[in-house]
Nanobody
Framework: QVQLVESGGGLVQAGGSLRLSCATS????????MGWFRQGPGKEREFVGR????????FYADPVKGRFTISRDNAKKAVYLQMNSLKPEDTAVYYC?????????????WGQGTQVTVSS
């Protein structure tokens, strides 16, 4: 049974930082590209970034470039999202997701999400 569990969300003031974690189990973690997504209030889910299964390539959505950093620890089967210089518009539920290497399109597995709230 595959599980993805996000943690680290919370309330932070604008300009602050948070580090989200996504712990996984039940999958060969090193074979999966890991993505981060978010869904703000009244908004559709949007792509934040991803780190390829090899760790060689990392992509970010324009709104978070230069502020967010994705990393992974294959030994711990976890992926992280370091968020700096947070803005109120970053307020959202953040989800991690896993997609088997080489696949395109939809992700195979999703976490339950963790709430991030940025106050102005």
């Amino acid at each position: 049974q595959v599980q993805l569990v996000e943690s680290g969300g919370g309330l932070v003031q604008a300009g602050g930082s948070l580090r989200l974690s996504c712990a996984t189990s039940g999958l060969t973690f090193s074979a999966y590209t890991m993505g981060w997504f978010r869904q703000g209030p009244g908004k559709e889910r949007e792509f934040v970034g991803r780190i390829e299964w090899s760790g060689s390539f990392i992509f970010y959505a324009d709104p978070v470039k230069g502020r967010f950093t994705i990393s992974r620890d294959n030994a711990k089967k976890a992926v992280y999202l370091q968020m700096n210089s947070l803005k109120p518009e970053d307020t959202a539920v953040y989800y991690c997701a896993a997609r088997y290497r080489g696949d395109q399109g939809e992700y195979d597995y999703w976490g339950q999400g963790t709430q991030v709230t940025v106050s102005s």
